[in-house]
């Protein structure tokens, strides 16, 4: 039982039940394997949980307290880890948001708004506004400040690969005055001159592709199967049947071919910036 005391249950909620998951399984002599038996979920999906990797969903909650006779403990602390998130990422965000960490690939399509791994201040600040604006100032720095710290990943040299594939209203269609709107595409080009991102754009007169309406996320890492994620203006869903995935991933890639090389794209983007610059921007 030794291992549990690598977990520090003090870090956040899900470090906390992570460890009282590892600890009460332990304690009654089981495997992940037969803890999650009769479940959907695999044996590594709950050593993810256990180590706080991943936050636990409530059907599996429920499963783990009816198998570990824990009178409803862990269905609680779901409902703990969803406060402790508020003000931060929205709750159907918040598991994609602890992925990406993890991640050793990331990959997007980005139809109506620059990706938020991209954002500069400003742009994160005009997106709440317009998604939220009955927000206190203290829930709007909030969002910000945890938007800002998911792209500290980009300072890791070796990972994530990240390929985004951007619509050319992003690039054309300001969302900032000019002189912002050129600071968020100068750091999308900064991303891409320093080898972090590989951006590509699809141009407004490309053949309609699959996916077209609704913008995709794809992960993969080292040591877990490859999600999807897409949302709508106030949800998410995250993908992670393996067959659907896949099917998904095929639909990306056609956008992808679909859509200018990287550095034809980057060429776009910097231009695109000079000119919102020098108020030269064309429609």
Known sequence: MGTSKDIDGSVSVPAFYGK???????????????????????????????????????????????????????????????????????????????????????AEWSNALIPGLLQT?????????????LDLPEE??????????RAALFEDPK?????????ECLVRQPLLPPGEMADQLDRIAALARRRRIVPQVLLWNSAVQPFLGLPLM????????PLAYTEGSFHGEIVEDPALVKRYRTSYD???????????SLAMIEQAAEEYRNGKQRD
Request: with cysteine; hydrophobic share 40%.
């Open 20 to 106: 009282e998951l590892r600890w009460r399984r332990e304690a009654a002599g089981l495997t992940l394997q037969q803890t999650v038996d009769g479940s959907f979920y695999g044996a590594s999906y709950l050593s993810e949980i256990e180590r706080a990797q991943r936050r636990m969903p409530e059907d599996l909650a429920r499963h783990v307290d009816q198998v570990l006779k824990a009178d409803g403990f862990f269905e609680r602390r779901c409902e703990d880890a969803r406060r402790a998130k508020r003000g931060a990422h929205a709750e159907y965000f918040a598991p994609v948001a602890e992925a990406e960490k993890r991640a050793r690939a990331i």
């Open 121 to 133: 201040e400003q742009y994160a600040r005009a997106v709440i506004h317009s998604t939220h604006p």
């Open 140 to 149: 709007v720095e909030a969002k910000i400040h945890a938007r800002m710290q």
């Open 159 to 167: 990972r994530p690969e990240y390929w985004t594939i951007l619509h």
């Open 218 to 225: 794809f992960m993969e890492f080292d040591d877990e199967p």
């Open 254 to 264: 056609r956008l992808r071919a679909a859509a200018l090389p990287p550095e034809a």
